[in-house]
Protein backbone atom coordinates (compact mmCIF):
# COMPACT_ATOMS: atom_id res chain seq x y z
CA UNK A 1 0.00 0.00 0.00
CA UNK A 2 1.20 3.37 -0.75
CA UNK A 3 0.73 6.38 1.55
CA UNK A 4 1.48 9.91 0.80
CA UNK A 5 2.08 12.29 3.90
CA UNK A 6 -0.85 14.33 2.14
CA UNK A 7 -1.52 17.14 5.00
CA UNK A 8 2.40 18.26 5.15
CA UNK A 9 3.48 21.68 3.71
CA UNK A 10 4.97 20.77 0.23
CA UNK A 11 6.17 23.35 -2.40
CA UNK A 12 6.27 22.73 -6.14
CA UNK A 13 9.16 23.69 -8.22
CA UNK A 14 9.67 23.94 -11.75
CA UNK A 15 12.30 21.61 -13.57
CA UNK A 16 15.01 22.17 -16.38
CA UNK A 17 14.41 20.26 -19.80
CA UNK A 18 16.68 17.73 -17.82
CA UNK A 19 14.43 17.12 -15.08
CA UNK A 20 16.01 18.96 -12.43
CA UNK A 21 14.53 21.18 -10.06
CA UNK A 22 15.00 24.72 -10.43
CA UNK A 23 14.97 27.31 -7.74
CA UNK A 24 11.53 28.75 -9.58
CA UNK A 25 8.86 28.47 -6.83
CA UNK A 26 5.43 27.46 -8.59
CA UNK A 27 3.09 26.94 -5.23
CA UNK A 28 3.48 26.38 -1.84
CA UNK A 29 0.79 24.17 0.86
CA UNK A 30 0.16 20.80 2.03
CA UNK A 31 0.92 18.04 -0.55
CA UNK A 32 -2.62 17.50 -1.62
CA UNK A 33 -2.49 21.45 -2.71
CA UNK A 34 0.03 21.06 -4.54
CA UNK A 35 -0.73 18.39 -6.77
CA UNK A 36 -4.07 19.90 -6.94
CA UNK A 37 -2.17 22.92 -8.48
CA UNK A 38 0.19 20.76 -10.80
CA UNK A 39 -3.51 19.08 -12.13
CA UNK A 40 -4.79 21.95 -13.01
CA UNK A 41 -2.00 22.56 -14.85
CA UNK A 42 -1.99 22.25 -18.85
CA UNK A 43 -1.13 18.75 -19.18
CA UNK A 44 2.46 18.66 -21.26
CA UNK A 45 3.27 21.47 -18.39
CA UNK A 46 3.03 18.83 -15.68
CA UNK A 47 5.59 16.72 -16.38
CA UNK A 48 8.13 20.30 -16.19
CA UNK A 49 7.28 20.46 -12.22
CA UNK A 50 8.32 18.38 -9.02
CA UNK A 51 6.95 18.48 -5.54
CA UNK A 52 9.57 18.75 -2.84
CA UNK A 53 8.11 17.97 0.70
CA UNK A 54 9.14 21.14 3.20
CA UNK A 55 10.17 19.01 6.65
CA UNK A 56 10.65 15.50 5.26
CA UNK A 57 13.26 14.16 3.15
CA UNK A 58 10.62 13.34 0.40
CA UNK A 59 10.60 14.94 -2.88
CA UNK A 60 8.11 13.95 -6.67
CA UNK A 61 10.21 14.58 -10.05
CA UNK A 62 8.04 15.15 -13.00
CA UNK A 63 7.11 10.66 -12.87
CA UNK A 64 6.47 10.96 -9.55
CA UNK A 65 4.24 13.85 -9.41
CA UNK A 66 2.45 11.92 -12.28
CA UNK A 67 2.08 8.81 -9.92
CA UNK A 68 0.68 10.56 -7.06
CA UNK A 69 -1.65 12.29 -9.32
CA UNK A 70 -2.76 8.61 -10.97
CA UNK A 71 -2.81 7.87 -6.87
CA UNK A 72 -4.99 10.50 -6.02
CA UNK A 73 -7.57 10.24 -8.70
CA UNK A 74 -8.30 6.71 -8.22
CA UNK A 75 -8.23 6.09 -5.00
CA UNK A 76 -10.79 6.98 -2.02
CA UNK A 77 -10.43 9.34 0.48
CA UNK A 78 -10.75 6.43 2.79
CA UNK A 79 -12.13 7.15 6.69
CA UNK A 80 -12.03 10.81 8.05
CA UNK A 81 -10.99 11.52 11.60
CA UNK A 82 -14.40 11.44 12.85
CA UNK A 83 -15.34 8.03 11.02
CA UNK A 84 -12.59 6.33 12.87
CA UNK A 85 -13.64 8.63 16.29
CA UNK A 86 -17.29 6.89 15.49
CA UNK A 87 -15.23 3.41 15.22
CA UNK A 88 -13.20 3.95 18.57
CA UNK A 89 -16.16 4.73 20.62
CA UNK A 90 -18.08 1.49 19.65
CA UNK A 91 -15.42 -0.34 20.17
CA UNK A 92 -15.08 0.66 23.88
Known amino acids: MTTYPLSEPATTYAT ?19 AAFVEAMPHDERFSTAIKMDTLDISFGPAEVDELLRYLRDEDEGLSNKDIADIAEKIE
Open 16 to 34: DDDGKVTSTVLSNGTLSEC
